[in-house]
């Protein structure tokens, strides 16, 4: 059994754009409420239909995506361009927007959990950033990792690792857990490399996760008991 409390709580309401931070959120089937349910489908001609990511655009990250303050969202997000602009995502003229900037023709798609591991929640610990820090000597931004909810515990650096299915996460009044398909430590795709704006890859983070950790960093767990967090909020791990 360990203790801790909600650090942070991250929403990404387009898959591969800048996020949100947020106070309160609903965990439900979907994972966290919102959460990715929204992406940027590619209409090249070799590749029409597929999801685009930071993997195939990094410029993705310099455009935001949020809904506000709302625990449950139910009206699609704002979405800010490089300079701030803030546009509906019901606008006509995003598309081209979109496609201009990222010099990639595409199309809007809304789909309620786009997550790759399906209606997941991503959890990061503040001892395993920490401890990735001090390993780099320099600081690790934690927007690269896209998690959803950060946790500040009495755990040791690294601890999730080994998490295996019957890890059991409360937060508030949610319960997750590892179980089910795609759920337990994170294995990294490239995206952490980039930094949180798509400006710079830092390509010795990757290698040092793939060295050292085995690639893996934060784990992924699943609702089994839906409510709300909110930061402060107070968490058990067994």
């Known amino acids: 059994m360990a203790q801790g409390s909600v650090t942070e709580l991250s929403r990404w309401p387009v898959k591969s754009l800048r996020g949100e ?4 959120a609903r965990f439900d089937e979907r994972g966290m409420a919102g959460d990715r ?3 940027l489908l590619d209409e ?3 590749r029409s239909g597929n999801v685009l990511t930071v993997r195939q ?10 809904y506000g303050e709302t625990t449950d969202p139910t009206e699609p997000p704002t979405v800010q361009d ?7 995502w019901s606008d006509p003229k995003l598309v081209d927007a979109l496609a201009s900037s990222l010099n ?17 929640v991503l959890v990061t610990f503040e001892a395993s950033r920490a401890g990735l820090c001090a390993e780099l000597g320099a600081d690790v931004d934690l927007r690269r990792f896209r998690t959803n909810l950060h946790v500040t515990a009495d755990l040791p ?17 949610v319960e997750l857990a590892v179980t089910g398909d795609e759920a337990g430590p994170c294995i990294r795709c490239a995206v ?45 791990l067994h």
Do not use: C
Not at 21 to 24: D, E, F, I, P
Not at 57 to 66: E, H, I, K, T
Not at 104 to 120: E, K, M, S, V, W
């Open 21 to 24: 931070r947020v106070n309160a």
């Open 157 to 173: 650096a690294f601890a999730e690792e080994e998490w295996e299915p019957g890890t059991v996460l409360t937060a508030g009044d």
């Open 57 to 66: 655009n990094p410029a993705m990250l310099s455009w935001g995506a949020s």
């Open 44 to 46: 090249r001609d070799t």
């Open 82 to 88: 490089p300079d701030g602009v803030e546009w509906s």
């Open 192 to 236: 952490p490399s980039w930094d949180a704006e798509g400006r710079e890859r830092w390509r010795d983070l990757q290698t040092h996760l793939i060295r050292r950790h085995e690639n893996k960093f934060g784990v992924i767990m699943r609702v089994t008991k839906p409510g709300t967090v909110r930061r402060d909020d107070a968490v058990s």
């Open 104 to 120: 990639i023709p595409l199309r809007l798609h809304a789909a309620d959990g786009q997550q790759d591991r399906g209606p997941t």
């Open 37 to 39: 349910a929204y992406t």
